[in-house]
């Protein structure tokens, strides 16, 4: 079936500094989203992207987080700086949202982000 | 906010007895969807049924949209249905929200 890509499953870095999760969502998909979970703990929403722009975050998406898509490459979530509350699972999600109203939601393996 | 409770929280079942998990949420969704995960892993799409009854396998899921409810019935449960099961629903503002999943444990 569809499938969306993450690179890297691991990033181990240091406070304060500057990372970048990468998703390679499924091609046509329009919709794409992030999710953080903290191990064992709920799929927290943090933003959905569609056509170049945000169109909704929640207030988990701090303002050192930021989303791009330039010219339909990956789909990045940038954390600049971290924070050690940031060390979660990184979850990207892709959704169709063709005329037949197919929304079905499509999920990478997750990027494990470890701040120490 | 939106809202999705799920229950039960956890289950514990002998292998071969069937499970009942149940999700509500709090305003109209347009679509639902039903997702599994092992400890660690990642999320695995078990069943889109944005209203109805839709079958897969041993999975069973019944939205009643006006109701604001989606059922999930496993029947005969096996060792390897061990995970959380997390509804999803989306409204019309375009994003998915979970709730905090029914974990499920099957003994032999």
């Known amino acids: 079936g569809p499938k969306v890509l993450q690179i890297p499953s691991h990033q181990i870095i240091d406070m304060g500094q500057m990372v970048t999760l990468n998703c390679d969502p499924v091609?046509?998909?329009?919709?794409f989203y992030w999710y953080k979970q903290i191990l064992g703990q709920q799929m927290e929403f943090l933003v959905n992207?569609?056509?170049?722009?945000?169109?909704?975050k929640s207030k988990l998406f701090k303002d050192q987080f930021s989303v791009e898509r330039p010219d339909g490459s990956y789909f990045t979530l940038k954390i600049q700086p971290t924070a050690l509350e940031d060390s979660a699972v990184y979850f990207c999600?892709?959704?169709?949202?063709?005329?037949?109203?197919?929304?079905?939601?499509?999920f990478g393996h997750g990027t494990k982000l470890s701040v120490l | 906010g939106q809202q999705v409770q799920q229950s039960p929280a956890s289950l514990v079942l002998q292998e071969g007895e069937n499970a009942e998990l149940q999700c509500n949420f709090s305003?109209?969704?347009?679509?639902l969807q039903w997702f599994y995960q092992r400890p660690g892993g990642s999320l695995v799409s078990l069943l889109y049924n944005p209203s109805g009854t839709k079958h897969t396998g041993r999975l069973t899921s019944t939205t009643v949209t006006k109701e604001r409810r989606s059922s999930l019935h496993i029947s005969s449960s096996q060792i390897t249905d061990s995970g959380t099961y997390f509804c999803?629903?989306?409204?019309?503002?375009?994003?998915?929200?979970f709730g905090k999943g029914t974990s499920l444990t099957v003994i032999p």
């Open positions: 091609s046509n998909h329009l919709y």
């Open positions: 305003s109209t969704a347009t679509q």
């Open positions: 999803a629903m989306i409204t019309g503002y375009q994003n998915f929200y």
């Open positions: 999600a892709s959704s169709p949202r063709d005329r037949a109203a197919n929304e079905r939601l499509f």
């Open positions: 992207f569609y056509n170049g722009k945000v169109m909704e």
